[in-house]
Structure formats: structure tokens, C-alpha cells
């Protein structure tokens, strides 16, 4: 057998790895697949029978991974020390566990009877679970074989009465860890959908309740221990989670070096290229959708043994009609007697979902199969009744997930929208975004119902927040690239012209009141005037407006703040105003408290440093690394000069996450902006050795987009005293800074610098992007 073990350099079994896998001595084979699994368990048993001797009235049983012949190469082991009451029991358990242990395996262990075993898992469904896995190793197999028959026939007894709370932590565990199928680095395991969840499926068919283990979810079972396989292999240690820089390792050893069937329909295009870690995402992600929907069937129909809910009065579930052609059936939507018998309408799989959405009530599995099969297709332009469901959809809120879920999974939402073969399971490699493609755009529908009440056009947001990234995954800037795609889908949907052409207009500005707040001067006039004229009106203004915190939502907690959220807001109502009377809003004046006093004044509130001294050049640099001294980050500055006085106003937030203290604080920016060379020595030691790294910087000018100044933007990698590094750099290039605004993209930052003057010259700009680009 070949040993995974790992060596250090001079050949030496190296043993500071705690997931370290065996040793030479038991000599476990590697590889992927079940043949591999097998001979890993095989191994583990010759291994472990060595250690036990021949006695009567101990065995001892593998559980987990073992027990099920599943071991994945960088595994635990999970064995039971099971005996009859015989004396020495402790000592005999030391005899087989340190061996173990000795041979770098991770091991979760017990000693126990027959009676304790079992009143364990009458206390613990985990432990009822997993006993039933139990598989004799080594021992006395009449002991064993009561432990096993006697486990399997009471969980067959109490499983109905026990899913409830097995149930409960399950959720939990979804809560905590999300769900496979639509997470970018999801936990192969623990996730919804994942490892974890095929163990629940086979304890509710061991247990009689359903056929939970159908082909699918078998097939499906065995794709997800194989890359489990490969992931250990990849990394050389257990790990779960299948992180971004692992795929296209673990989709190498898998094999999906070339697009594989029915993985991207969207790569199927000539030309077209998909890296092998996106293909194997898109395998988990179907695969985990297998299995999710078994599971929910399966609890399901628990749900129905146990309760017996909705029965009449001769024992017959009751119908309950809840919207035209569906009806409750045993806590499930069917489709009504009529709507089978005659001929159905195009319409009707959408108004089934949106009753399921409504209702927050699942869709029977054979009422979806029926759809799937007889429901005809939509015809182009689809009738108002269709539309209207698609609006009652999109607008349900908590129910749209799962509704919209369960119909992709029988391939109606493909007899929908066509597009959406392409945008299924699609990554996005963007640190920012928690879900794959598809959910994304699903969950922003969901997202945009909560602000349904502040538009004209509720229906337009919620299928713009459905279409606003249908151009992801093709080439170009996907704001572009998807306005035909979305205006195609309006058109099909039966929008008139002006409001297809609006949707094409959502999508096409979906990221300009986000990238125009955090980037941009919000007092200057063109910056308003330049917004304004690209939405045109106040209604397509408020679209956008609750688009853009859809999107955020949708996305994940990195792409949204309380700053950004004010920033957003504040340019909305600013643009509202030049849209409302035509007129652009004056500037803000400067801050009274600045202006009186003797110099310098340093005022801390909140998120708000403002700093005035005597006027001089550098001042915006000497306070942003003081700022970033203090592990700040500076998200926004202002500079002016007033009546003598330099102004120096920023936002700025803790960088990790906790706040500055005052007292200090106050005290370094005093002394620096009167020119303490001390403080000053102690900020440029303190950037410098904070530089960040990755792709080579860019500068990028804009010409037009101030009233009085040249846009300079910054594009780079985000480090600790960034700003006052280029800062510095610009006023030693005789540059005057009037604002900056600072925008940080995962590990990259886009810093725009507003410099005063028009910087006609090449040589100049070129020299002064010179002086930006070192200093980064």
C-alpha cells in the first residue's frame, strides 16, 4: 500500500502536523474515490485488529467515517470500546488507544456496555445516529451484534419522535455554516447540503420514514466524498471548507481539467473559457441542491407521520384551497383537481410558485415533476397574468428563496428565463460576494421587496434587482454587457417600450450611486449635475436608490456600512434637489468651531476628525499619518484654506475595529500639525513599514469631473498609511490637495484625489503619477 505519510527534508516522518494521517507502520492507502475509501478502511481495520486482543466479552466498533467504510485520507477515527463487564476494561482500553494516537491519527473514543451505549443515545440523538454506523472491527460479535440490532430497532421506534429536536440543531448548524450550493468557500461537511446532511437522510430511511436515499442523491453523495478526497489530498491535512485558492487544485485531481456535461452551459459558447475550480464548484453546488431538497422532503414527510396534521373528520387530509388551481394538501401545495384535468394554462407553474412564496408552503415534489412535464411554455410576450404572478414572486420576501429553489431544481425557472442556464451556480471572484450567481440575484429580489413602499414602480425594482448582474460571466464590463440581455427578458416578459427601456437603465446605473458616493466630491456641482443627468428623473433615482442597498444585502457584509449608507444618502438627496428645482445645492460651510481660537484646534466626534493650523502645505498628509498611526483608516478628507486658517476635515473608522483612544490621539495631532519632527519621524517609520503588495498600482485621470480641480484616481493595493504616503508624494510634486475620497474593495482601494488646477501638461501629470506610483 502507498502511505500518505508526510517527510521533512532528511527523511524523517514528520509528526508536527495534528492531522498527520498514519504512519508506515499501518501503511493506509491514498487516492480518490470509493475504491480508495475502501482500502483505507480495510487497512484501518488489519491495523486496529492487531491491537485488541482475543477475548470474550469486549469488541471493539468503528462509527463515522470507518463504520460506513468512508474514510476520507486525512480522517479521524471514531471507535467504541465496548464490553460485557469485564474486569481490566481500562487498562485494555489503554493498550488500544495510545498505539493510535502514536501513529499521528486523530481519535474520538469511548468505553461503554451494551445498556450505557444505548442510554447515551436515547439521551443523544448524535450518538443514536451514529451507532447507527456501528461496524464490528475486532471482538466478540454476539456483543457487537446486540449493540447494532438493538441500536437500528430502537431508532426505527423513537425516529419520528426525535427528528423534531435533531431537527433544531440541524437548522443551527445551517444558520452557522449557510448553504453549499450557493457559497463560493462553503464547508463540504457541515453546510447545508453537505456530508453532514447525507447522514440524516440515510438515519430517516434506516428508520423507515421514506426512500430519502434516492439514485440522485446517492450519485450526488459519492461526487461529494470524492472531493472531500481531493481536498485533503490538495491541502495534506483535514480540511472541510473548500476555499477559492484550493479549486482549481482539487478539480485537477478530480479530473475536470475540461468543462464536463451539463457543468456551465454559458462555456458551452465558442471561444468560451472556464477555469477547472469553477466547474467544480458548479458539481458541488448541483450536488448540494440534490441533497438539500431530499432532505427537505424527507422532514417532511416525518412532519406529516408525526402529526397527521389537517385531518378531517374520517381521517383523510384536508384541501384547503389558497389561490386559483392550488391547494393545501397535507401542509403541501398540489395543484387543484381542475387544473389537472383540463388543459393548463402557461401561466400556471408561476402562479403555483407564487402561492408557495406567499404561503411560505412547499410545492409537492410530484405537483413539480407534473409542472416540469405539462405545464406548457410561456408564450413571447407573456399574458398579464403571468407577469403579475412573477411581480407576486419576486415580492413575497422570506418565501422567495425557497420557492424560487425548489422550481430551478425541477427546471421550470430555465422554462422562465431562458438566460438563467448560464447564471446557475456561476462563481463570482469578487472577495465581497458570499453566494454564487444565481442566489445572488434571487436574494436581491428578496432584498429589494423590504423597500417595495419607496418607489413609483415596485414591480420595475424587483425585476431589475433580479436582472441588475445578468451580464456577469460574459466578457466586458457587465453593467454594459447586460442591458440588451435584461431589456430581452423585459420584452419577453410583456413590458411596454418605455419600461423595458427603464430596466435596461437599472442595470446599466445599478453601481453608480455607490461608486459616485464613495469616490467622488459630493459638495461639487458637477459631481451632481454629472448624476442627475445620467438618471434623468426622481423615480429612476429612487430605483436605484433601493437597488443599491438591495445589492448590498444580497451581497454580503463587507459591501455595505453605515458610511457608505449615509454617503449614498446624502448624494440622493442632493441630486433629488437639482432634479426637483433644477438648481444645484450650495456646499456645505465650514465648521464655525474651526474658524475661532487659537490654532491649532483639533476637534474627535464620533467618526469625524477636523483639524485646523496655521495655513501650510503638507497638512493633509501630516494628519492622515497620524491617523493611520492610531490605526485609523481615513475614508473621506476635505481641505481648504479659510480667512488664513488650513481646514483639514476626515471620516475615518477603527481599521480593526477598535477605536482610537482620545487622549493620545488628540495630543499627536496636535504636535504634528504644529511640526513636531518627532511625531513626524514616528509616522513615516510606521507607513513605510506597512506597505501593501499584489498588482501593480494604476493612476487614472479625469478631466471633466470637477469644478475646479483634475480628478486624479488611485488604484492599488489597501496598506496602513496609504494616504499619507501619496499624500506626501503629491505635495512634494507642488500638487494641492482641495478632497479625497477613499474606497477600499477587498484587498484593493480606489483613493481620487482632487487636485486644484487644470494639470494641462503631459510632462507634469506624468511626472507627478511618477511621484504617486512610488511612493506606493
Not at 154 to 164: I, K
Not at 629 to 657: F, K, M, T, W
Amino acid at each position: 500500500m502507498t502511505s500518505l505519510i508526510k517527510k521533512d527534508a532528511s527523511g524523517n516522518a514528520d509528526n508536527g502536523d495534528a492531522n498527520l494521517l498514519i504512519n508506515e507502520v499501518v501503511g493506509v492507502p491514498g487516492g480518490i474515490g470509493e475504491a480508495a475509501r475502501v482500502g483505507r478502511a480495510a487497512a484501518y481495520d488489519t491495523f486496529l485488529r492487531g491491537l485488541l486482543p482475543a477475548r470474550d466479552g469486549v469488541a471493539l466498533i468503528a462509527v463515522g467515517g470507518l463504520g460506513r467504510r468512508q474514510c476520507a485520507p486525512y480522517g479521524d477515527l471514531d471507535l467504541v470500546l465496548l464490553h460485557a463487564g469485564v474486569p481490566g476494561t481500562d487498562e485494555l482500553a489503554a493498550k488500544v488507544w495510545y498505539p493510535i494516537w502514536d501513529a499521528g491519527l486523530r481519535l474520538d473514543h469511548s468505553v461503554r456496555t451494551v445498556s450505557e451505549a444505548l442510554s447515551v443515545a436515547q439521551d443523544d440523538v448524535k450518538v443514536a445516529l451514529g451507532l447507527l454506523d456501528a461496524r464490528l472491527v475486532a471482538g466478540d460479535q454476539a456483543l457487537a451484534d446486540a449493540l447494532i440490532r438493538t441500536a437500528a430497532d430502537h431508532w426505527r421506534r423513537t425516529a419520528v419522535r426525535q427528528l423534531p429536536g435533531l431537527r433544531e440543531v440541524t437548522v443551527a448548524r445551517w444558520q452557522a455554516h449557510g448553504e453549499l450550493a450557493f457559497l463560493l468557500e462553503g464547508d463540504l461537511k457541515e453546510a447545508a447540503g453537505g456530508l453532514r446532511d447525507v447522514g440524516l437522510l440515510r438515519a430517516i430511511s434506516a428508520a423507515g420514514i421514506t426512500d430519502a436515499l434516492r439514485p440522485a442523491v446517492r450519485a450526488a453523495h459519492l461526487r461529494l466524498l470524492d472531493t472531500r478526497d481531493a481536498l485533503h489530498q490538495q491541502v495534506g491535512r483535514r480540511v472541510d471548507r473548500l476555499v477559492a485558492q484550493e479549486r482549481d487544485g482539487v478539480a485537477a485531481l478530480l479530473g475536470l481539467r475540461q468543462l464536463q456535461p451539463g457543468a456551465s452551459d454559458a462555456a458551452r459558447r465558442p471561444g468560451a473559457v472556464v477555469e477547472d475550480g469553477d466547474a467544480l464548484l458548479r458539481r458541488v453546488a448541483g450536488d448540494a441542491r440534490t441533497v438539500s431538497h431530499a432532505l427537505d422532503d424527507a422532514f417532511r414527510a416525518a412532519d406529516r407521520l408525526r402529526s397527521g396534521r389537517s385531518r378531517g373528520g374520517n381521517g383523510a387530509p384536508v384541501r384547503r384551497p389558497v389561490a386559483r388551481d392550488v391547494v393545501e394538501h397535507d401542509g403541501e401545495l398540489v395543484l387543484a383537481r381542475t387544473a389537472i384535468g383540463a388543459r393548463p394554462d402557461p401561466s400556471l407553474s408561476l402562479r403555483v410558485a407564487a402561492a408557495a412564496a406567499t404561503t411560505r408552503l412547499p410545492i409537492a415534489r410530484a405537483t413539480c415533476e407534473w409542472l416540469a412535464a405539462y405545464c406548457p411554455p410561456l408564450p413571447a410576450p407573456w399574458p398579464a397574468e403571468a407577469r403579475a404572478a412573477l411581480t407576486t414572486l419576486l415580492g413575497a420576501g422570506p418565501g422567495l428563496v425557497p420557492a424560487w429553489e425548489t422550481c430551478d431544481r425541477y427546471g421550470l425557472v430555465d422554462g422562465w428565463l431562458p438566460e438563467w442556464t448560464r447564471l446557475r451556480s456561476l462563481p463570482q471572484h469578487n472577495p465581497v460576494h458570499r453566494y454564487t450567481l444565481d442566489r445572488h440575484l434571487v436574494q436581491a429580489a428578496h432584498e429589494a421587496s423590504r423597500h417595495a413602499r419607496e418607489v413609483e414602480r415596485p414591480d420595475l425594482l424587483l425585476l431589475g434587482a433580479l436582472l441588475h448582474d445578468i451580464g456577469k460571466g460574459l466578457p466586458g464590463d457587465h453593467s454594459t454587457v447586460g442591458v440588451p440581455l435584461a431589456e430581452t427578458v423585459a420584452t419577453r416578459v410583456g413590458l411596454p417600450a418605455p419600461e423595458v427601456a427603464l430596466i435596461g437603465t437599472l442595470v446599466r446605473l445599478h453601481l453608480l450611486l455607490p461608486d459616485v458616493a464613495t469616490r467622488r466630491d459630493l459638495t461639487d456641482p458637477v459631481t451632481i449635475a454629472s448624476v442627475a443627468e445620467a438618471v434623468g428623473d426622481t423615480c429612476t433615482l429612487d430605483l436605484l436608490h433601493a437597488l443599491v442597498r438591495a445589492d448590498a444585502a444580497a451581497t454580503g457584509p463587507a459591501a455595505w456600512s453605515d458610511w457608505k449608507g449615509r454617503l449614498v444618502a446624502e448624494l440622493v438627496a442632493r441630486v433629488r434637489t437639482a432634479l426637483d428645482t433644477g438648481v444645484l445645492p450650495e456646499p456645505p460651510a465650514p465648521d464655525p468651531a474651526l474658524l475661532a481660537g487659537p490654532l491649532p484646534v483639533v476637534h474627535l466626534t464620533g467618526d469625524r476628525v477636523a483639524v485646523a493650523a496655521a495655513d501650510r502645505r503638507g497638512l493633509l498628509a501630516t494628519v492622515a499619518g497620524c491617523l493611520a498611526l492610531h490605526r485609523l483608516e481615513v475614508l473621506s478628507a476635505d481641505a481648504s484654506v479659510v480667512d488664513g486658517r488650513a481646514l483639514v476635515e476626515c471620516r475615518v473608522q477603527p481599521r480593526y475595529g477598535l477605536p482610537a483612544d482620545p487622549v493620545p490621539l488628540r495630543a499627536d495631532l496636535r504636535r504634528a500639525v504644529a511640526g513636531d519632527v518627532s511625531v513626524t519621524q514616528r509616522l513615516r517609520g510606521r507607513a513605510l513599514a506597512a506597505r501593501g503588495s499584489g498588482a501593480a498600482p494604476r493612476v487614472v485621470w479625469h478631466r471633466e469631473a470637477a469644478t475646479d480641480a483634475v480628478l486624479l484616481e488611485l488604484r492599488a493595493a489597501d496598506a496602513a498609511g496609504l494616504l499619507y504616503r501619496v499624500a506626501g508624494a503629491l505635495d512634494e510634486a507642488g500638487a494641492l490637495v482641495r478632497a479625497a475620497r477613499i474606497s477600499t474593495l477587498g484587498a484593493d482601494v480606489v483613493d481620487a484625489f482632487y487636485l486644484v488646477g487644470g494639470w494641462p501638461d503631459d510632462a507634469t501629470r506624468a511626472r507627478l503619477e511618477a511621484a504617486v506610483l512610488a511612493a506606493v
